[in-house]
């Protein structure tokens, strides 16, 4: 692994013998000092490839800080109000005295913070001179805030359109300014009121500052001069506030190493999961792999939510040094000054498309912003990125972004599936197979036909689709009962298909609970989430019924089988949540049923005022409903087109024919002849090692025959 003897002596006893491919490549970039965007199947190990690096180093820094080993100072305090040269978008440049800024790219806008913002109470003024063409917002944002002023709810600016904004929302206020104008942004912390003053004239209220906002530190967002024009009386000029009402800018102002010791509750990692019980996973392999590190003691900390926040914060007060949690619950902490990334030098995304595809690429971008550049032992902070699903647009935009000259280690090139895993289809298609007509009884439907006459008979796609939900319910049970499955992870698209089936499974059952099955969806509270995971795990319940949170990174050791009751609509989550078998050179099998006619379902969206909770509004989401044509066949094009693979198509009865799987393996376990492949390996090398030990023989004597003469070839 190349790691210390500690970390490989876990590593050793959790029986991890050699390094996964990924874990070979990803280990010595990351010791290394780079950003690293991981690219790797499912299962490959993507997890001890970036926490064993970075437990390394965030350990052997503590070490060298309890030595008393300094490190250099990189950038002081100011004590000046500037503009700060850290907390700038990169094409904004900033004059030496910090006084003066300009943009010197033409498309975008490019913002700048001050080096000290207030907070706590005071009313506060400082003035921009417009000094160039062009437009400009000028006001007051948080540290959080986007650097494009007013674009996101943490910004308050006014532009020379005569606009002011916030939150993206540009309404009229005061007039339009320009070249030679002097704008004042007044800023009063007790009533939350900003506004602003052109030449000297009060242009009126322009925001009441939110709550939550009001709490933060308020930073100038523009340029500082002297003043052309008085504030107004109770309003002081912002480099005058109190000390008491100020703080400094945190972007790039890391400190000595003894001002370091003292901010305990400033992490080195912050590794962001996208769902708690993957947070919790990768936390709990973090405490596996620091075990046998003595000596100083590294001290990590599970964020999520539906955990007592109070705990977190006093674990937060008495020092910290990995952080792994869910994007919520660490922005919550962040924003309200209880988890400082002051001195955060890993900044690890796992499954990254997940959590841009969850929508936090904002909160992403703010929380990289506030984290200095260069730490304070004068290293680059690295950013690691992961998912088997990393070829996405949007992950390579944020590594633009974001990344400083990353490296892929992509060793597929493209999404791909583990060999590992088997995955086939079924297609339900209830005009051939028309057993539903007689059903005795069948899973519980999702009552979206309730409305519509459905009835055996009458083909109406309505009666099609309540068929298909009544046929999956069997094929699922079928799909069990022929491949002997005691243990599988089972997808379906909603809450309440995954309710259902959970009650069908228990009732066929019975007594002798031989479908015993536990839920994991976003409704079930989260004790109950970690208790049903918990006995699944054990084996306590043979079946897991969940939703796609549970999709990406759950590594339930030896798992044999899943199946998708339906097609999920992202492409990616097919591959993660396929990926749930067939890890750590363990075989799986997954199983998809796919519907042959448009299903009926439910979506319910912003627009769904319970979200679903005794909804019943069976319009179609285009008359402002909250139900869509679900479309499989179109959902398995386009994941058979994005991993470049036809996917193989087993009949009804659900056997999957002999191939080089069957009969071969047991799903669940390794396959048989492991350590072929090495064998393979050295054949493969043979004929190389070969030229290279003759090329070195003839290096060898042509230096003797230079040096000594004559030389005698002795071929042994
Ligand atoms: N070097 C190794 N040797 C043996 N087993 C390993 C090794 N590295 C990881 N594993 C095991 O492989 C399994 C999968 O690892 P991990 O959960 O990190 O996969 P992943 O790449 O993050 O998958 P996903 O994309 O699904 O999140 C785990 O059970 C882990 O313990």
Redesign the pocket.
């Known amino acids: 692994?190349g790691v210390l003897p500690e970390i490989g002596k876990a590593?050793e006893e959790?029986?991890?013998?050699?390094?996964?491919d990924?874990?070979a490549e990803a280990i010595p970039l990351i010791l290394g000092g780079g950003d690293v965007l991981m690219a790797?199947?499912?299962?490959?190990?993507?997890?001890?490839?970036f926490c064993l690096p970075i437990i390394q180093i965030v350990w052997e820094t503590l070490k060298d800080l309890e030595a008393g080993k300094g490190s250099k100072i990189i950038a002081q305090i100011s004590p000046h109000w500037t503009l700060s040269f850290f907390d700038r978008g990169p094409a904004l440049a900033v004059t030496p005295d910090g006084l003066r800024c300009q943009s010197r790219e033409q498309k975008e806008w490019h913002g700048c913070r001050a080096t000290k913002g207030v907070y706590g109470k005071g009313k506060y003024y400082y003035e921009a001179t417009v000094t160039d063409e062009g437009l400009c917002r000028v006001g007051w944002s948080t540290q959080q805030a986007n650097l494009d002023l007013g674009t996101d709810r943490f910004g308050f600016g006014f532009g020379g359109t005569g606009k002011k904004s916030n939150n993206k929302q540009f309404d009229n206020y005061g007039e339009a300014f320009g070249m030679n104008d002097v704008i004042g942004c007044y800023l009063d912390l007790s009533s939350g009121e900003i506004k602003f003053s052109k030449n000297g004239v009060d242009l009126g209220k322009a925001f009441i500052i939110p709550q939550q906002v009001k709490s933060a530190t308020l930073f100038p967002a523009v340029v500082l001069k002297p003043f052309k024009h008085d504030p107004e009386s109770g309003y002081i000029a912002v480099c005058n506030a109190p000390k008491e009402n100020v703080k400094h800018n945190e972007v790039g102002t890391a400190g000595t190493s003894s001002q370091n010791k003292s901010i305990k509750n400033a992490p080195q990692a912050i590794i962001i999961e996208p769902s708690r019980e993957?947070a919790e996973?990768t936390f709990n392999?973090i405490l596996k792999f620091k075990k046998h590190l003595a000596d100083s003691a590294l001290r990590e900390l599970l964020v999520i939510g539906g955990v007592n926040v109070k705990d977190q914060i006093s674990t937060l007060n008495a020092g910290v040094d990995i952080v792994v949690g869910t994007p919520g619950r660490m922005e919550d902490l962040i924003s309200a000054g209880h988890l400082s990334l002051t001195q955060c030098r890993f900044f690890v995304l796992?499954?990254a498309d997940g959590l841009l595809k969850q929508g936090y690429t904002e909160l992403i971008d703010r929380l990289h912003r506030q984290i200095p550049k260069i730490t304070s032992d004068g290293r680059r902070l690295q950013m690691i990125v992961?998912?088997?699903t990393l070829h996405a647009f949007e992950v390579k935009k944020m590594a633009e972004r974001l990344m400083h000259f990353p490296t892929w280690v992509d060793l597929k090139g493209e999404d791909a599936v583990p060999e590992t895993v088997h995955h086939v289809v079924v297609m339900v298609d209830p005009q051939k197979d028309t057993s539903w007509q007689s059903l005795r009884r069948h899973v519980q439907t999702d009552g979206i036909h309730a409305k519509d006459s459905v009835r055996p008979g009458n083909n109406t796609a309505e009666t099609l689709s309540e068929a298909v939900k009544m046929l999956k319910g069997e094929y699922c049970v079928r799909a069990i009962n022929e491949h002997k499955m005691d243990r599988a992870i089972i997808f379906c698209r909603t809450k309440l298909d995954c309710d259902n089936l959970e009650k069908y499974l228990n009732q066929l059952g019975n007594r002798n609970n031989q479908y015993s099955c536990v839920c994991l969806h976003g409704d079930r509270k989260p004790p109950e989430r970690k208790a049903n995971l918990e006995m699944f795990k054990n084996q306590e319940a043979k079946f897991l019924i969940c939703t796609d949170v549970a999709a990406?990174?759950?590594?339930i050791?030896g798992l044999p089988f899943m199946i998708n009751i339906t097609l999920p609509d992202e492409k990616s989550n097919y591959v993660?949540r396929i990926?749930?078998v067939g890890?750590?050179?363990r075989m799986g099998l997954a199983v998809s049923l796919v519907s042959s006619v448009p299903e009926k379902v439910w979506y319910h969206g912003e627009w769904c005022s319970s979200r679903g909770r005794n909804c019943w509004n069976t319009r179609l989401t285009d008359e402002g409903g909250c139900a869509i044509w679900y479309d499989e066949p179109r959902f398995l094009a386009e994941i058979e087109d994005h991993l470049n693979v036809t996917i193989q198509q087993v009949e009804p009865d659900i056997k999957v024919p002999m191939d080089e799987f069957d009969g071969k393996v047991i799903y669940g376990q390794k396959r048989q002849q492991t350590g072929s492949n090495y064998e393979n390996h050295v054949a493969q090398m043979a004929p190389a090692v070969q030229e290279l030990a003759q090329l070195e023989s003839k290096v060898q004597l042509l230096y003797l025959k230079r040096h000594f003469g004559k030389v005698t070839h002795n071929r042994n």
């Open positions: 692994m590593v959790m029986d991890w013998m050699l390094p996964t990924v874990q790797a199947e499912t299962g490959s190990g993507k997890t001890g490839a993957l996973q392999q796992d499954e992961c998912s088997a990406r990174g759950l590594d050791t993660h990926g749930r890890r750590a050179e």
